[in-house]
């Protein structure tokens, strides 16, 4: 049994790779042919494993959030593990990272298998996310607040790059990380919001004081993922957040979708216990994992 591996290149290797994805991840929402071929870029790899034609893995190397790291992500088919194939697609991606310059990498794990894998290459945990998900029903849209507005990015497209400058460059650094994310503008307009109906802003006067909203999801359309959730300092305590959250949620129920899941890092114990307050319960725990480049042998 030979495994092959090769970059995905056309529309049908996209949609191959995001099959292993879901097969892998259900439960998470993926990006579609259209976001992944927005977010190609040099030094992002995209790849396929096959065996005799059939595509039995995938795998993804590209640059950390705060870009000090090779982020590797090796997925294979739940049909197809135990024959090798994962060390194959990490062991190409892990290359790559080293070719990119990097002497650090990064995934996340999100089962014990998983994490005894990656662990067996010498990754370490870095830190820890838990998923906090809340079903939907029937969701009251919130009193207007009085001292500033909620509105949908659908409504004032302007009001997006305005948050990037306003929201998320003054607390992006707050979140749990060991090293700040770094977010471009780009970055920002490209994979920090999906469709701008269903994301909010809150604005007081002219300016914009908190962000919060849902990423959608096609191929589960009943499912959404919370999108950034983000005050500024000045601004918390005086139930924005929570405000721009019910609205969100209003809005999805408007919109068919029966349950939104979200992500929080350990140590934001804030967002954690206003998730709680809004009914949102404990899902899955996913663990950040490191290690240096080059792997070792396994």
């Known amino acids: 049994m030979t495994t092959t591996l090769r970059t995905a290149i056309t529309d049908a290797d996209y949609e191959a790779w995001r099959a292993v994805r879901i097969a892998v991840l259900p439960y998470e929402r993926c990006p579609t042919v259209a976001e992944m071929r927005e977010l190609d870029r040099p030094g992002r790899l995209t790849l396929l494993a096959e065996i005799d034609g059939t595509v039995v893995g995938s795998g993804l190397a590209d640059r950390s959030g705060d870009g000090q790291r090779a982020s590797l992500m090796p997925r294979v088919h739940p049909d197809h593990r135990r024959r090798g194939v994962g060390t194959e697609i990490l062991r190409a991606l892990a290359e790559h990272g080293l070719a990119q310059g990097y002497d650090m990498a990064g995934t996340n794990v999100d089962d014990e298998g998983s994490q005894l894998f990656a662990e067996r290459f010498g990754f370490k945990e870095a830190n820890r996310e838990v998923e906090q998900v809340r079903p939907i029903g029937d969701e009251p849209w919130p009193a207007k607040p009085t001292e500033y507005e909620i509105v949908s990015?659908?409504?004032?497209?302007?009001?997006?790059?305005?948050?990037?400058?306003?929201?998320?460059?003054?607390?992006?650094?707050?979140?749990?990380?060991?090293?700040?994310?770094?977010?471009?503008?780009?970055?920002?307009?490209?994979e920090w919001i999906d469709d701008p109906a269903a994301m909010f802003v809150a604005v007081a006067g002219d300016e914009v004081i908190g962000v919060a909203g849902l990423k959608l999801d096609s191929d589960r359309p009943e499912r959404a993922e919370v999108g950034y959730t983000a005050v500024r300092r000045e601004w918390r305590g005086k139930s924005v957040a929570s405000t721009l959250k019910r609205t969100s949620m209003a809005w999805a129920a408007d919109h068919g979708i029966t349950e939104i899941y979200t992500w929080t890092q350990r140590g934001n114990e804030s967002m954690r216990r206003l998730?709680?307050?809004?009914?949102?319960?404990?899902?899955?725990v996913s663990l950040t994992m490191r290690a240096p480049l080059p792997l070792p042998p396994s």
């Open 153 to 190: 990015v659908a409504e004032r497209p302007e009001l997006w790059t305005a948050a990037y400058h306003q929201v998320a460059v003054p607390t992006i650094p707050d979140m749990d990380h060991t090293s700040a994310l770094q977010v471009s503008l780009s970055d920002w307009e490209k």
């Open 275 to 284: 998730n709680e307050h809004l009914g949102f319960t404990y899902g899955i």
